[in-house]
């Protein structure tokens, strides 16, 4: 594209045009751009004098094997309708993690529409993405109270409460301290509840928002943590006592990929499920994601793998050591019993294929002792991205 430079959003007149930009681009205001100026690298893509693109980018942590690991967060992206179809958007998500590349990220993350576009860069879906409305009266039937203590407003029991559950999850944000008025700011009327069993520590923490809908107003549940199932129970139980409210809209987010609400519902078919743009992961530096991640520590794996390519004209050949608790991941010259492309690693790196039935049908190919040995490594966790950005 002739006249093209990418550079880095540095005064307000580059902010205020990307969000003219970007309103234009997705049909409505994007609140992000202006309540994250302070903690967001916004670069934008100027082709004579006029922005044509541009995104936020967050540095970050994700928790994968009940670590921290270093990775750059997409968000905001667009390129301008009239710019699309120039392949913009793959230089533009380039530049957007080159600068945290060389910060330490070693994974990278984002919520999109166009999957098929990033899947070819090496992004993948490790989970689908659900969102669930619930009529009130059918947790009232289905949940009862179990003698918890609620108590309203956040302290830093939720916080600690955070830490502990989202570890035991592959993807969840090691949330910095700005992330709560950042929420309180886009949520205008966001209010927390606190769970505990009498004398003990808090077990759960929900944030919920009032919204009007086409249907009527609704209560949305923007966070659910909950460390254990009789604690997921009572919240349950108190999300079915706002009688005044018809339905309980769980964002796509919120829930956990674990059977906390549907399987002990009276009604199932009550509910309504809808499928929305998933959370996709890439892997920036795979021998670095391996080191920096947690494993079990009694996994013993030596198995050497191939990692396609992203432009699908070679291998990587390389040599995957599992032991004691910690990874290693060596460039080797040797025949991989497994091949990958780079999205089915980073399904893999985050836990998401649950069997080996489920590796070989989206594509993972070699000898099955070996895809299973590999599918194991990454089993004790499941991913779950907990925040929309």
Known sequence: MDGLRIIKAETDEHWQHYDAVATRSYGHPVADISLLRHHAD????????????????????????GRPVPAALLGAGCVA???????LSTRMIAERLRPLQEQGAVLATLWTAATGYVQRMGWAAPVQALSWTVPTDELRRSFTDTGYDVT????????????????????????????HPWQEAKHPGLTTYEFREPHQPVSGSISVAYEHHPTGRRLVVHDFW??????????????????????????????PPAPVLLH???????????????????????????????????????????????TGDSNHGFGLRIHGGTGDLTPSGRP????????????????????????????VHGDPAAVRQLVHATGDQEPWMADHF
Do not use: K
């Open 42 to 65: 916004l670069r934008i893509a100027v082709v004579r004098g006029e922005i044509a693109a541009g995104g936020l980018s967050l540095s970050g942590h994700q928790y994968v094997g």
């Open 81 to 87: 309708p009239e710019h699309r179809g120039s392949h």
């Open 152 to 179: 309203h407003g956040r302290t830093h029991h939720s916080d600690t409460l955070h830490r502990q559950v989202a570890a035991r999850w592959n993807g969840p944000w090691e949330r910095p301290a700005w992330w």
């Open 226 to 255: 909950a460390s254990t199932a009789q604690a997921a129970a009572a919240m349950l139980a108190h999300l079915g006592r706002h009688s005044r409210i018809p339905t309980i809209f769980f964002q796509r987010t919120a829930l």
């Open 264 to 310: 002990h519902l009276h009604r199932a078919a009550s509910v309504t499920c809808q499928v929305g743009n998933p959370w996709l992961l890439r892997v920036l530096d795979p021998r670095a994601a391996v080191q920096l991640r947690g494993w079990p520590a009694d996994t013993d794996l030596d198995l050497d793998i191939e990692v396609a390519d992203p």
């Open 336 to 363: 991989g019993r497994v091949t990958l492309s780079p999205g089915q690693f980073a399904v893999w790196y985050a836990g998401g294929y649950r069997t080996t039935a489920a590796a070989v049908l989206s594509g």
